[in-house]
């Protein structure tokens, strides 16, 4: 896809984007909705892994990502969002692009994160990514719906994994 985003601002998040952070995602499903706080304490204490995007000053993007903390060679990225009206421009692929630069001495040896079977996008991320890389997508399942409680709520969670090294 051909990216048009020079009109994009990417940063790290500062504490105070927690609110917005939260009622974007709220805005978007299918992802899953966390407490404002916990967004508080990703846009502080995680904030060099995490990305928010800004379009003229408001928040158009965000993707949260961790180091495993029992891998820490490992990226995890956990939840990837942008602005409905800014979607399809190439923002997700730029925010992940700019956390891998910013990554780059931190000696990454895998990427790693989850999908739901029916989201195309959030695969194409990953699958995009694997491209550029010229690695492959290593597929695993991560939870089983049952996993998510009776009631069918949720779908199963699939673990891609790019390892970097291969
Ligand atoms: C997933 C999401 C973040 C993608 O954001 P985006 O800025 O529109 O994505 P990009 O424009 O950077 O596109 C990245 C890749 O995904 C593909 N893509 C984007 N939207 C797509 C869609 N609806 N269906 C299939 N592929 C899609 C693009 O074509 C591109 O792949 P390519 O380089 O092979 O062409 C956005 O659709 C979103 O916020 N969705 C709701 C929340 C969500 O489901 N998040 C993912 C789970 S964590």
Redesign the pocket.
Known sequence: ?E?DTCDILTRKPEASDGFAIHQLIAA????DLNSTYSYYLLSDHFRDSCVVAESQGQLA?FLSAYLIPSRPDTLFI???????D?????????MVDDLLARMETHGLQAIE?T??PS????R??F??LA?QRGCPLQETTFLEAEAFGPGGGHESEILLRLPLSS
């Open positions: 896809m990216s978007s499903p299918p992802l993007g956990w939840q990837v969002v942008v602005a409905s800014q979607r399809g421009r190439g923002i997700a692929g730029r994160g999908v739901n989201n195309r996008a959030s194409a991320l699958e995009r491209r």
